[in-house]
C-alpha cells in the first residue's frame, strides 16, 4: 500500500444508506468545499465495527462543528447497510448512525482507496480529505485495530489550524495550545522553549 496523503482523493458515485435511513447514491465531488472523513471498515454485523462506527455517530456534531462530513464505507451491499441500522444497538446493531454508510459493493472504492485486504473486504482505513479534495491525512489499520475518536478530530483541527494560521501543530498537539511557524529559526525557537517548559514542568 502506498500513502495517498497529498494526493487528489479518487472520486466515486454510490449507493448509500443516509443518516434518515432512505437511500441515495453519494458523489465525493458533491462534498467539495467541506472536509470528509472517510472510514472504510470490513464487515456489516460483524463485532468489532458496530463499537467503532457508533462512537463516531455519538460525537458527529463535533465533527459538523468543525464543517466535516463524516462518511463510512464497506463493501456490504445498502440493504445490508439498512438491516444493520434497523438492528438495536443491545443486539450488535448500530440503531439510528449520524452520517451515511456507502454500499461498496464492487469494491471499487476501497480498491481506489488501496485499502482492499486480500480482494474480500477494506481494511480500517481513515481519510481526512480537504476542502479541495485533497488527502491530507490518512491511517491505515489491520482489521482487529479500531481507530480513534479523539485523533480524528485532533487531526481535523490541526489541519484547521496550518490553514488559518500558517503554523505547524507539534506532536500531541491540542487545540489551544501552543504551535510553531514555519522555518527553521522558529523552529529551533520553539523547540528550545518546549524543552526547557518540560524540564520545569511547565508542560
Request: aromatic content about 10%.
Amino acid at each position: 500500500m502506498s500513502a495517498l496523503v497529498g494526493n487528489s482523493a479518487p472520486i466515486f458515485k454510490a449507493d448509500a444508506v443516509m443518516a434518515d435511513g432512505s437511500f441515495r447514491q453519494i458523489n465525493l465531488e458533491d462534498y467539495r468545499g467541506k472536509y470528509v472523513l472517510l472510514l472504510f471498515y470490513p464487515l456489516d454485523f460483524t463485532f468489532l465495527s458496530p463499537a467503532e462506527l457508533v462512537a463516531f455517530s455519538d460525537r458527529n456534531d463535533e465533527f459538523v462543528a468543525l464543517s466535516v462530513q463524516v462518511l463510512g464505507a464497506s463493501v456490504d451491499s445498502k440493504f445490508s447497510h439498512q438491516a444493520w441500522r434497523n438492528m438495536p444497538r443491545q443486539d450488535g446493531g448500530l440503531g439510528e448512525l449520524a452520517f451515511p454508510l456507502i454500499a461498496d459493493l464492487n469494491k471499487s472504492i476501497a480498491r481506489g482507496y488501496e485499502v482492499l485486504y486480500d480482494e474480500s473486504v477494506a481494511q480500517r482505513a481513515l481519510f481526512l480529505i480537504d476542502r479541495q479534495g485533497i488527502i491530507r491525512h490518512q491511517v491505515v489499520n489491520d482489521l482487529p485495530l479500531a481507530r480513534s475518536v479523539d485523533e480524528a478530530l485532533r487531526m481535523v483541527q490541526a489541519l484547521q489550524h496550518f490553514e488559518e494560521n500558517g503554523e505547524l501543530c507539534p506532536d500531541d498537539w491540542p487545540e489551544g495550545c501552543r504551535a510553531v511557524k514555519s522555518g527553521v529559526a522558529e523552529s529551533k525557537k520553539f523547540e528550545t522553549a518546549e524543552y526547557a517548559a518540560k524540564l520545569l514542568g511547565i508542560l
